[in-house]
């Protein structure tokens, strides 16, 4: 009927039962005689009866008859069907026949066709074999009245109609294998895919734990170098202000010049093996934000005390503008102070003697941080404090402004670099203000200046109780 299918599946797998049971009923109906289909197991998959009930119905109501009936069911259900010719017929005891037929598919034998019973061509009545029945409770003339109601067929229209059959299951099969088979290669398909992206996210993972494995090492051995520095070099600095100051004794004026480029070294060290450290913390999560009502003014004239000597050193003008309007805002004033220090320290290092460097801080309003719009039912998450910090210096190439904010990125990184620095305090700055749910930006052009724009929200989003932001941690009140 149909040909060797490369994986032995089960009719059923094939088929989609309840259309399948459609086409056969259909055919069923319309020859009136019952089909039933079993798969190689023996599993059935359709049962279909027709006008024959009756007939069949009564052979059960006497025990002889029905022990017969029950063989022969298991007969044709079991008895081996000639492919070789296409079916074979197998006989009731009843005088009524079925015809056998073979489900094949690519050489493989699937299942098989069962049609009838139907009583065959010159069929009269009841066997007279029957007879001895009789005193067991069979009567043949009601079984004679029963048979005459089953569908009578000659063996060229039985054949016609099986023909007809097969096309059809022929079709159904052929089509419902080329679905599978395409289900299967697109699953082979998928499954491979997720082997192989199940594989390769297994490497990640391991070279991300690795990864994470370096970078702590690498934080602890930061930590441990830098703190471990920090204790002679304070003693550096110590001794060389006691030697300025005359506590062992006098020293002349080229002396003291030599201590005093010892101490101004040792104070730049210091403060480079300080912000090595505090990258240690963020980058370890060590850093907790401890906020307080803080008055800006007083932020910006901590921040200007500490850039006032390098600055008048340089010739350059400090401008502060403090808006009337400026409210005090909940923030670490000592992270938000070393900020702006590390904002204005730039600008001095950058700028050209007797260029100008202006502060200014004042009310605005903005779209809450990470938001595009402003809030309409909340407008004080709207409100930020807004530093700006405005320099006459070099400038900035329009393409490193992306990057200054990383850490140990310099603009000019060559080997004969003018001036000095590790490339971290920019990076520390966005971390802090970033803990602050804050934004920090820059403009600049080159040879006119630049711009770093702080915002701080009013009304920073409740922070969860030790929730980690780029490293750091946020605990809102006194310490």
Known sequence: MTQGIEKNLALAELLDAESFREVCRSFSELYGIGIRIFDEAGSKIVDIR????????????????????????????????????????????????????????????????????????????????????????LDLDTLGRYQQQVPRAGEDAVDKVLRNISNVLDVIIHTSYKTWLTSQMHITSITGAFEDLERTNRDLQTANEKL????????????????????????????????????AGPINDEQRGYVNTILEKGES??????????????????????????????????????????????????????????????????????????LLGNAVKFTNPGGAIHISARLTEAPPTGTSRFDIFQPERNRYLEFKVVDTGIGIPTEKLQR?????????????????????????AKNFVSAHGGQIRVESEVGVGSTFTILLPYAAEPPTAGTRIDGLQRRDGTP
């Open 50 to 137: 027709a006008s024959t009930s009756d007939h069949c119905g009564y052979l059960f109501t006497v025990h002889p008859t029905k022990v017969l009936c029950t063989n022969l069911v298991n007969q044709v259900r079991s008895q081996p069907v000639d492919v070789a010719a296409g079916g074979n017929s197998c006989d009731c005891f009843s005088g009524l026949r079925y015809k056998i037929v073979p489900i094949v598919y690519e050489g493989s034998v699937m299942g098989r066709v069962i049609f009838g019973p139907y009583a065959p061509e010159g069929l009269e009545g009841p066997p007279a074999s029957l007879a001895q029945y009789r005193e067991q409770g």
């Open 404 to 428: 200054i904010f990383e850490s140990f990125f310099q603009v000019d990184n060559t080997s004969t670099r003018e001036f000095g620095g590790s490339g971290l305090g920019l990076s520390i």
């Open 212 to 247: 994470q494995d370096l970078d702590r090492l690498k934080s602890n051995f930061i930590a441990t170098v830098s703190h471990e520095l920090r204790t002679p070099l304070t003693s550096v600095i110590g001794y060389s202000e006691m030697l300025i100051e005359g506590m």
């Open 269 to 342: 060290l210091l403060g480079l093996i300080g912000q090595i450290l505090d990258l240690a913390r963020i980058e370890s999560g060590n850093v907790t934000i401890n906020k307080r009502e803080t008055p800006p003014a007083e932020v910006v004239e901590k921040a200007l005390s500490d850039i006032r000597p390098q600055a008048a050193k340089r010739g350059l003008k400090l401008g502060v503008d403090i808006g009337d309007d400026v409210l005090p805002i909940l923030v670490d004033d000592d992270k938000i102070r070393r900020v702006l220090t590390n």
